[in-house]
């Protein structure tokens, strides 16, 4: 399989994700760490939301690519 | 409408008056949305983001507004997704969402098969015999397996409703027919519990 351009970065960045999306994206990240373990998440939310926060940082457990969180300050 | 569906309507169209009844007498509730019948899409968009504009208007933080938004997102999908329909493919589901001072309450209605209401209560059992930290642990085993049912489901819903209200949900079966059940569950969203 292709792997990414070089330094590729995947950001992220959602109001409000349903539990069944929830899956459906840590799928996709399983889908690109298979790909190409070197893409970089970048996990944006908005400040204050720590369920959002959340989201990433299981994602960050469950799988195997970089993680860089990005909290929104008004 | 065939006289069988008409008496599937009739028994979930009485749950549903007396759910909204009693909001409206017993707990003296104002009641904010109800609306028994199908649930399209949009129909679903729509009630989710005017209870998010009514919220905010009303003061509620921001974040038990998303908290409600997450619990009507997910039970919505759930009675459109998962709510069995009669004979005449009719699903006659529900909703009710009343407010006081201190909460909200939200009870969706649906039908359900009588064969899916032991694990359907199971599940919910267990769901409300945990701690906070045990249903995280729960949502983290079923994410990590991720477990995805033909109808788009995620086996997340109720797990996630739980979580967002912090309160345990009060569910009901009623008995409608050999194969049918009336399911209801109320989700408890405090105002002023951040």
């Not at chain 1, 298979?34 to 799988?63: H, R």
Request: glycine content about 8%.
């Amino acid at each position: 399989m292709n792997r990414f351009p070089a330094s590729s970065v995947l950001e992220l960045e959602f109001d409000y994700i349903s539990s069944s999306s929830v899956i459906a994206i840590l799928e996709m990240l399983k889908m690109i760490e298979e790909t190409d373990k070197s893409v970089k998440v970048i996990w944006t939310y908005e400040a204050g939301d720590d369920d959002l926060m959340n989201v990433g940082m299981n994602y960050k457990k469950l799988c195997g690519l970089e993680f860089e969180f990005n909290e929104l300050t008004e | 409408m065939s006289s069988s569906s008409n008496k599937v309507q009739e028994i979930c169209n009485s749950r549903y008056q007396e759910i909204y009844g009693n909001y409206n007498s017993k707990s003296q509730k104002k009641i904010l949305v109800s609306h028994f019948g199908d649930f399209t899409q949009d129909l679903v968009n729509s009630i989710s983001n005017g209870v998010e504009e009514g919220m905010l208007e009303a003061g509620d933080k921001k974040g038990t507004v998303k908290r409600m938004f997450s619990i009507l997102v997910e039970g919505l999908q759930n009675v459109r997704l998962h709510g069995e329909k009669d004979e005449d493919g009719q699903q006659h589901s529900f909703l009710v969402i009343a407010v006081d001072e201190s909460e909200y309450l939200v009870t969706f209605g649906n039908l359900l098969l009588n064969s899916n209401r032991a694990i359907m209560d199971e599940r919910l059992k267990q769901i409300n015999g945990y701690d906070e930290a045990q249903v995280k642990a729960l949502y983290m085993e079923v994410l990590t397996n991720g477990i995805i049912s033909t109808k788009g489901g995620a086996g997340l819903g109720f797990i996630t409703m739980a979580m967002k209200s912090k309160n345990k949900l009060n569910y009901t079966f009623e008995e409608v027919n050999d194969k049918l059940c009336c399911f209801t569950c109320e989700v408890k969203v405090d105002r002023n519990g951040g």
